[in-house]
């Protein structure tokens, strides 16, 4: 071995060690590996700094940069109401979620997917009583699935694009098609999601919610909800319409045709234009105007319509006009452009219908707020204690044109009529033409971290191969797994890759493995591309640890899950990938070694 190559495997075990032990942050811990390879000679300054004109590296920011703007529309949350409205039980929960989410994460990056949809079903759950401990790996294995489905599906399957078109070993080899991936991705969330519907029950600990240690709002507040014409709930019981179940909220009085029915038991029925008077504190009602569709206080109103509004809490000042005025005499939609949807009152069980208790100094009041509440406030009336939530929604047009962007987009380029590049650019442009998308708001939303990380391991490639060092690594391959057929080479590079990525992050592993698996391919004379393929797959199939892949890192804290939890469920998840990837490759690409 000469010096470089000496250098180069100091460097790659620097960045194995670094990562693992977390010792300098991923970002920075590339930045020195980089620099120390530049400070040698082994790189120059230009291979140092190609990888930040990558053309997938674009294509990976424009990617998080659209996902922010589903992130915030209203597409994606609407569909999952309506799909998972009459669903009571865990199982038919866990069998709704698990292929509309694949599904979504093929075509949206799986990152941001699993921050729109973690809320709700963290709240589903808290709604049902069921732990989220049973709940998030799913998800995040879904996503996890339907990314591997499509080039555009994790940002893992990118960076590996970007390597193809780094690599000179196989020139006329400059790119991976969007639906290269399909047909093995597409089997796998078959398999895959089968496995989560029978084993997810089974295999994940009922773990108590983290946020239930945690003391949120220990007030409690009064708020109104009516039973609406045609509402799921008539002729009900309470037991039967799971209202004795909702976490946080506790059913305490119904008012009929102006007479109390309280204490009300699980068994009394329910019927249509009955007004629910429920107990709960500020976060508990925040989440009932934002995620509930069913229960909506009835103080709402427009309201409930409106793309920006807050939840806000004041309390009522002692020399206030609003004084012996009930709610409803207060005006509060005409004078502050908000309406109160909860009224506290220390020591007090309050009861009855909302708009008609009178209200005192010291009154605390959640209030549902529009875009000119800070304008009209009046501090003389009570002071603001503080915001508890923002809520915007997009209009439906909105979010109908970024689902047809989004999907014209990919299939412009599966068609090879216009790049994927340009027609995400495209997009990009529209949606801030349409003013679906700030130009100023937008790039905030940019993960710096991932993009030098994702540039940097790159040039990591470069230097491998640069240096001999990946042919070298690819001769081990050989002399080892050979004399065994193609299929135990690609075992072993599928467990070298996966083995990488639980410890030191999928971008790490296949910034090591790509330039071996690429070399290997032109050693032995064969087709480069389902080598550069199992390798993204290997690195975006990180199941057994949290660290291995950013969606895993999501749920770890929400879920209360251990390390164990992940490798329970996680390794039997990882099998099944293996063999699905390693044999579906060898038969797609109908693979001989000689």
């Given amino acids: 071995m000469n010096f470089d190559q000496i250098i180069v495997l100091i460097i790659i075990l620097f960045i194995i060690i670094s990562l693992y032990k977390n010792l300098l942050g991923p970002g920075f811990t590339f930045i020195i ?19 930040f004109a990558n053309e997938q590296l674009a294509v990976i920011i424009i990617l998080l940069l659209i996902g922010e703007v589903i992130r915030k529309s209203t597409l994606i949350d609407s569909f ?3 799909f998972f409205r009459r669903t009571r039980t865990y199982k038919k929960f866990i069998f709704k979620l698990i292929f509309p989410v694949a599904g979504f994460s093929a075509i949206i990056n799986n990152t941001p997917l699993v921050a729109i949809i973690m809320p709700y079903v963290h709240n589903w759950g808290k709604n049902h009583g069921v732990s989220p401990s049973k709940l998030l790996i799913p998800l995040s294995y879904s996503a996890i699935l339907g990314g591997t489905a499509t080039l555009i599906g994790t940002s893992t399957n990118l960076v590996v694009n970007g390597m193809v078109g780094e690599q000179t070993i196989f020139p006329e080899f400059k790119s991976l098609d969007i639906f290269d991936f399909t047909p093995v991705g597409l089997s796998m969330i078959i ?3 089968l496995y989560l519907i029978f084993a997810s029950n089974r295999l994940l600990p009922d773990k108590r919610d983290p946020l239930d240690n945690i003391s949120l709002a220990s007030r409690e507040y009064i708020v109104e909800v009516k039973v609406k014409d045609g509402s799921d709930y008539h ?19 119904i008012i009929r045709k102006d007479e109390s ?61 609003l004084i012996d005025k009930t709610v409803k005499e207060a005006s ?14 220390n020591g007090e069980r309050l009861s009855g219908k909302i708009g008609e208790i009178r209200l005192r100094a010291g009154d605390l009041l959640l209030l549902i707020t529009g875009e000119d509440f800070e304008e009209r406030v009046d501090n003389k009336d009570f002071y603001i204690l503080g915001k508890v939530r923002n809520i915007d929604k997009m209009p439906t047009m909105q979010s109908l044109l970024i689902a047809g962007g989004l999907i014209a987009s990919i299939v412009l380029s599966s068609l090879h009529i216009i790049p994927l590049f340009n027609s995400l650019i495209v997009f990009l442009i529209l949606l801030f033409l349409f003013g679906v998308a700030s130009p100023k ?20 490639g470069t230097a491998m191969t640069k240096t001999g060092i ?28 996966n083995l990488l990525a639980s410890v030191i992050t999928n971008i790490g592993a296949v910034a090591i493995v790509f330039p071996v698996a690429i070399n290997l391919a032109a050693q032995l004379g064969v087709d480069p591309k389902p080598f550069a393929l199992l390798v993204a797959f290997a690195g975006a199939a990180s199941f057994i640890t949290p660290i291995g892949y950013q969606t895993n890192l999501m749920v770890y804290g929400p879920g209360g899950y251990s390390f164990n939890d992940f490798l329970k469920i996680g390794l039997p998840m990882t099998i099944l990938f293996m063999l699905v990837a390693t044999i579906g490759l060898i038969l797609q690409f109908n693979l001989k070694i000689n």
């Fill in 191 to 193: 398999i895959g999601g």
């Fill in 441 to 460: 708001d937008v790039p905030k939303t940019i993960n710096y971290n991932l993009i030098l990380i994702i540039a940097l391991s790159l040039s990591l």
């Fill in 80 to 82: 999952f109401d309506s």
């Fill in 470 to 497: 990946a042919s070298m690594a690819s001769d081990v391959f050989v002399e080892i797994f050979k004399p065994y057929g193609v299929f135990s080479l690609f075992i072993g590079i599928f467990l070298l890759t």
């Fill in 33 to 51: 590996a980089i620099s120390i390879l530049g400070l040698f000679g082994i790189l120059t300054p230009k291979e140092t700094l190609s990888g």
């Fill in 332 to 345: 509060f939609r005409g004078k502050f452009d908000a309406a109160i949807i909860a009224v506290h009152r």
């Fill in 261 to 321: 029915i309280s204490p009300v038991t699980p068994q009394t029925v329910i019927q249509e234009k009955d007004l629910l008077i429920f107990a709960g504190n500020t976060e508990t009602i925040a989440d009932m105007i934002e995620n509930n569709k069913a229960l909506k206080p009835s103080q709402l109103g427009m309201f409930s319509q409106r793309a920006k509004t807050s939840v806000i809490e004041v309390v009522v000042s002692p020399n206030s006009n």
């Fill in 235 to 253: 002729h009900k019981t309470v037991e039967q319409a799971n209202l004795r179940k909702l976490k946080g909220l506790f059913l305490v009085e």
